[in-house]
């Protein structure tokens, strides 16, 4: 009963925390106009150059979110500043 308990309070705070950084790290990574952007295909391109694969990559929140695969095989969605390319965080 106790294994129970323990492993849904611990899926409860791995929800909270995922919910916490979902939508674009739940804050702007730019204030710059959407003039200033970089296209998806631009940012793409950055982030597999740093040997990323990009499976699947959108605009939201002024943030670029790229969901990937990195070097080791593991899935890692980048959040990426739309006029850089550069990245400003990860789940």
Not at 42 to 49: D, T
Request: with cysteine.
């Amino acid at each position: 009963m106790r294994k129970i308990t323990i492993i849904g309070a611990t899926a409860a705070i791995l929800a909270a925390a995922t919910t916490a950084h979902a939508g674009s790290l739940g804050r702007p990574c730019t204030a710059a106009p959407q003039a200033s952007w970089l296209s998806l295909e631009q940012l793409q391109a950055k982030i597999e150059g740093q040997g990323y694969k990009v499976q699947k990559a959108k605009l939201k929140n002024a943030c670029g979110e790229l969901y990937t695969i990195d070097k080791s095989g593991g899935r890692v969605e980048l959040f990426v500043d739309p006029t850089s390319g550069q990245i400003v965080g990860r789940l």
